[in-house]
């Protein structure tokens, strides 16, 4: 793999556009809140690496990368029809963070921390989820989601961990796996008596929300 960037720190608010990059070695590379504009990544191995306050949008791609040991807490990761295809995150953690019109393919999350995160518009494919969620809600109601099938499609969650308000809004689930020893109608319910099409994990006295 190429070593030209592995422990360097870019220049502030580096701008990446148009640009390919395939067998680099990003291993803790400080990204300074650089910014990505329709760059593809290929082969590449981001270890440790600094993407604190880095934007990756228009239509910027991943085929075949690692990300490992990172917090894309304050990182702006594939906004703007951004594709991730084959890719691993490995003890990553995501908090506050919205993933707008993003698609996921035959991706894999271990040990994953999701914390008040929101997957508005983003799509997933042949995914496996495995870590803890909790404030979570995956979103099957925008433009980019055709029908209910079209947030999560065929995809694992049976070594996940869905903790208060993991929510499923128009989404399709016949085609997941659900948590270990669960089904999904077990664990969601209708939080909102106004809104049938949201399911979720809620409170674990089952609050159910109505209009008074």
């Keep these: 793999m190429k070593t030209d960037y592995i422990n360097k720190t870019l220049e502030l608010k580096t701008r990446f556009s148009n640009q390919n990059f395939a067998d680099y070695d990003f291993t803790k590379t400080n990204f300074n809140s650089s910014i990505f504009e329709n760059t593809n990544f290929e082969n590449c191995l981001f270890e440790s690496s600094v993407l604190n306050g880095s934007r990756i949008f228009y239509e910027s791609n ?8 990172i917090n894309l807490s304050d990182t702006s990761i594939g906004s703007h029809k951004g594709v991730y295809k084959n890719c691993i ?11 707008n019109f993003t698609q996921f393919i035959d ?62 809004e128009n989404c399709d689930l016949s085609t997941c796996t659900p948590p270990k020893d669960t089904a999904f109608n ?23 929300i109505t209009d008074l």
Excluded at 89 to 99: Q, T, V, W
């Design 186 to 208: 077990e664990i969601l319910y209708q939080v909102d008596a106004s809104n049938p099409k949201l399911l979720s994990t809620g409170t674990p006295d089952r609050i159910v």
């Design 62 to 69: 991943f085929e075949n990368c690692i990300f490992r040991n």
């Design 89 to 99: 995150f490995e003890n990553c953690e995501y908090k506050r963070r919205s993933f």
């Design 107 to 168: 991706c894999k999350f271990i040990k994953a921390k999701f914390t008040t995160v929101n997957f508005n518009g983003s799509q997933f494919r042949n995914c496996i989820f495995e870590g803890k969620f909790r404030d979570v809600t995956f979103n099957g109601i925008y433009d980019s989601n055709s029908d209910s099938k079209a947030c999560l499609y065929n995809c694992d969650f049976y070594y996940a961990k869905l903790g208060t308000f993991v929510s499923f």
